[in-house]
């Protein structure tokens, strides 16, 4: 096993501290003091969309929490918890739902919802992956793809989850405690997907207290 891409990890940061201490001599002491973030980041854990990266942010721009295929299950602690956290602590004022082109996790969902209705093969062993996707195949199943293509199909999915997932992150007790609060800080929950073979990011939905607003569909 070669440790060169560790090293070549560790190298790279070195250079990229001493670049930050020479912009901006006092950074790490500023942002060793505390975070105020004003966003939150719940996105995929696919190695294409590094939030900071693709946003251009710096360290305590942006509150991350990040999984496959970006799911935000309310039965899930580690996701309620990082919500929590950045709505009653942090004071966030935008929860952010991000989505991607050509996700793996998407894209293994909807064959398994094809082998499921074509019932080919025995069904797939348990395992915390597909206990984790559960959800998402079946919402792959309630969709109507029937008249798309394949690449049709993977953009729909990947819409239909993110307005799925925002939909849940509004369902939170976080999100309707805070809307409910007349005297809480205001947030805005949206639903994006990053478009990998562009490099941008399309927002799809977005929603307020007491307001829904959906833009154009993508596709």
């Known amino acids: 096993m070669s440790h060169e891409p560790i090293q070549t990890l560790l190298n790279a940061n070195k250079e990229w501290a001493q670049s930050v201490i020479n912009d901006t001599p006092d950074f790490f002491t500023q942002s060793a003091t ?8 719940i996105g995929c854990s ?5 939030e900071s990266v693709i946003t251009t942010s710096k360290p305590g721009d942006i509150f991350v929490h990040r999984n496959v295929a970006n799911q935000f299950n309310l039965n899930d602690d580690s996701a309620l918890s ?15 739902l991000v989505g991607h082109t050509n996700c793996g996790g998407a894209a293994a969902c909807l064959k398994a919802a094809e082998d ?14 597909t206990r984790w996707l559960s959800p ?8 109507d ?10 953009d729909k999915v990947v819409q239909a989850n993110v307005i799925t997932q925002v939909d ?15 005297n809480a800080k205001k947030v805005t929950v949206h639903g994006w997907v990053y ?19 959906l833009t154009r569909p993508l596709l």
């Open 34 to 41: 505390g975070q105020s973030p004003k966003i939150l980041w």
């Open 46 to 50: 696919d190695s294409r969309v590094p």
């Open 82 to 96: 990082v919500l929590t956290y950045a709505v009653k602590v942090v004071g966030i004022e935008h929860v952010v």
């Open 116 to 129: 499921a209705a074509a019932d080919t093969g025995a069904p797939q062993p348990e395992t915390p992956l």
């Open 136 to 143: 998402l195949i079946t919402l792959v199943q309630s969709l």
């Open 145 to 154: 793809l029937s008249a798309c293509s394949a690449s049709e199909a993977l």
């Open 168 to 182: 849940n992150i509004c369902n939170s007790e976080p999100i309707t405690t805070a809307w409910a609060d007349p």
């Open 195 to 213: 478009d990998l073979a562009r490099g941008h990011i399309d927002e799809l939905v977005y929603r307020e207290a007491q307001a829904q607003v």
